[in-house]
C-alpha cells in the first residue's frame, strides 16, 4: 500500500513550451500534496504545498506563476512548468501525505512518486 | 524549522552494522524525529521515526537521546541495496508537517 506515481518519468521539451506532471496516490487519500525539484548532487528543494480544493502554498523564491499547481481531487496533483527553459531542468519529486489516523497519535506519513526528469533543451 | 547536522559521508561494509549519527539541538517538543533515504535517481523512501523513545521496524532501529538533542539511526547489517542518502529530518505534528531535507549523509557500502 501507499504507493505514489507520477508522470511522465521522463520528459525532454524544448524552449518556451509548457509541460504538466502528473502526481498521483494510488491507494490512498491525500488532502496535501508536496512538490519538491532536485539538482544533480543536490538534497530536495520543498517548492510547494498542495491542498485538495484550495489553492498551493509556495517557498519563498518559487515563482508561482511559472510553477502552476492543481490539487483537484484527493488522489491528484499536478504540477505544469510554464514557458520552460533550460535552468528549469531538474529532477522534481511529489509527496503525498496519508490522512489517516494511527492509533492514538496521528500519522500523516508522507510517501513519495519515483520523481520526473525533466529536461529543457 | 529546526536543523539537523548530518556528517557528508560515511562508509561501511557489507553485512556490518552501520550507525549514522543526526544532531538537532534546537529540537522541540513537538518535532518528531524521522529518518528518510534515497537510492539514485529515485523519490526519497521512508525509514523510520520517533518522537522519544527508541523505535524499531524491519529496516532499521533509532536511537534517541535522553535529551532528544541528537539520534542516531542504525542499519543492523547493511547490504549493498542500503547505499544510499540518508536523510535525518525534524518534522513538527503542527502547523504545515512539511518535510524540510538538509544535505544528508551519503553511505557507501564496500562488497
Known amino acids: ?121 | 524549522d529546526a536543523k539537523t547536522t548530518q556528517p557528508n559521508s560515511m562508509e561501511s561494509n557489507e553485512e556490518e552494522p552501520v550507525h549514522l549519527p543526526c544532531n538537532h539541538s534546537t529540537i522541540s517538543g513537538t518535532d518528531y524525529i524521522h529518518w528518510y533515504r534515497q537510492l539514485p535517481s529515485q523519490g526519497p523512501e521512508y525509514v523510520i521515526h520517533g518522537l522519544t523513545s527508541n523505535v524499531n521496524n524491519r529496516m532499521a532501529s533509532l536511537a534517541i537521546a535522553e535529551d532528544r538533542k541528537s539520534s542516531t539511526l542504525i542499519l543492523h547489517r547493511a547490504t549493498l541495496r542500503d547505499a544510499a542518502v540518508y536523510y535525518c529530518i525534524l518534522r513538527d505534528i503542527q502547523g504545515a508537517q512539511k518535510l524540510v531535507f538538509g544535505q544528508g549523509t551519503r553511505l557507501t557500502i564496500n562488497p
Open chain 1, 1 to 121: 500500500g501507499a504507493v505514489v506515481s507520477q508522470h511522465p518519468s521522463r520528459v525532454i521539451c524544448k524552449s518556451g513550451t509548457s509541460v504538466k506532471i502528473e502526481c498521483r496516490s494510488l491507494d490512498f487519500q491525500a488532502t496535501t500534496m508536496f512538490w519538491y525539484r532536485q539538482f544533480p548532487k543536490q538534497s530536495l528543494m520543498l517548492m510547494a504545498t498542495s491542498n485538495e480544493g484550495s489553492k498551493a502554498t509556495y517557498e519563498q523564491g518559487v515563482e508561482k506563476d511559472k510553477f502552476l499547481i492543481n490539487h483537484a481531487s484527493l488522489t491528484l496533483s499536478t504540477l505544469t512548468v510554464t514557458s520552460a527553459h533550460p535552468e528549469d531542468s531538474s529532477f522534481y519529486i511529489c509527496s503525498a501525505r496519508d490522512r489517516s489516523v494511527g492509533g492514538l497519535t496521528f500519522s500523516y506519513e508522507q510517501y513519495f512518486g519515483p520523481g520526473t526528469r525533466l529536461t529543457v533543451t
